[in-house]
């Protein structure tokens, strides 16, 4: 692994799906590796479903984005954390990248096909998405991105571009290779099916006034077996305990399981574990967050300082690609 990069939108609240699926990896991989981990809100991505787009929340949403990536623990000074539109060299490569890649493997991605189908007019910005993606990651030569099991096709997609782009231009870009959890490549919903995302809504989030994420855990669906509280339980088939290893230590959830199954327990008082630990897994981001609230230029400078570095390398990576596709050039 010699860089790292990912992104991440600026549509909302980031939620727990966010964070365990690829945060918690940005966040280990930027330990190891410092400026070599390149983390970028992906503003122009956010632009392209109308349905999450508003004009009037983006900068404040980017921010925010930013913030939280911040309070989970990456360190702006030393990773490269930035933002998408302030290194326009990204969507220079994805005009180059689109005239590679064949319209038909685009509207085979499944992400797409989800979006296209809940939109009555479908941008192109939508169906060029994963091109933009790979640009993101390609114009750094990143050859490992840490990201949640949904974004594995989108991958794919981009090594088949780096690969076409080798062989017709050559030698220049790694295949990107994805990074998952392991203990979380796919967070569930509160519903215990879809995966979490912010357009079901189905969302946990991570800084999330407490009161209302305490409505969500009590509300979450336990066995449909277990009536009264003397009613012995099947764990596998209770949503609660989906959530429970995320947030508590292994030996804890094993004991619950075994109370679970002999009824030594209640619902609710499971449901009252698990909330008390994931506040306590949130605490010390809450308390970030908040700081860095207080102290805004904090992240601005961070994110300036990113864009800096990023487009250090986005420069070169362009020239070279300029040189390579035959552009006239001036100087
Ligand atoms: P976004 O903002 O939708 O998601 C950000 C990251 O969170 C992961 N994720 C999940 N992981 C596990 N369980 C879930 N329920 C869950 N929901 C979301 C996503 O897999 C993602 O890693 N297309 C990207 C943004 C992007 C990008 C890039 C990623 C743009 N350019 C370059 C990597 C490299 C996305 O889905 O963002």
Known sequence: ???????????????????????????????????????????????????????????????????????????????????????????????????????????????????AAKLESVGAGLLMYPVLQAADILIYKADTVPVGEDQIQHLELSREIARRFNTLFGETFPEPTAYLNPDAPRVPGIDGKAKMSKSTGNTIGLLEDPQSVWEKIRLLPDDPARIRLADPGDPERSVVFKFLPYFAPKEMVEVLKEEHRRAGIGTLAIKQILFDQYMKATRPIRERAEWLRQNPEYVLDGLEDGARRARQIAQATMQEVREKIGLLRLE
């Open 1 to 115: 692994m010699k860089r790292v990069l990912s992104g991440i939108q600026p549509t909302g609240e980031i939620h727990i799906g966010n964070w365990l699926g690829a945060i918690v990896n940005y966040v280990e991989l930027g330990r190891k590796l410092g400026r070599e981990a390149l983390y970028c809100i992906v503003d122009y991505h956010a632009m392209t479903n109308p349905l999450a787009y508003e004009k009037e929340l983006l900068a404040q949403r980017t921010f925010e984005a930013a913030l939280v990536n911040i309070a989970a623990g990456l360190d702006p000074e030393k990773v490269t954390l930035f933002v998408q539109s302030h290194v326009p060299e990204h969507t220079e490569l994805s005009w180059v990248f689109t005239n590679i890649t064949p319209v038909g493997d685009l509207q085979r991605m499944t992400q797409y096909k989800d979006k």
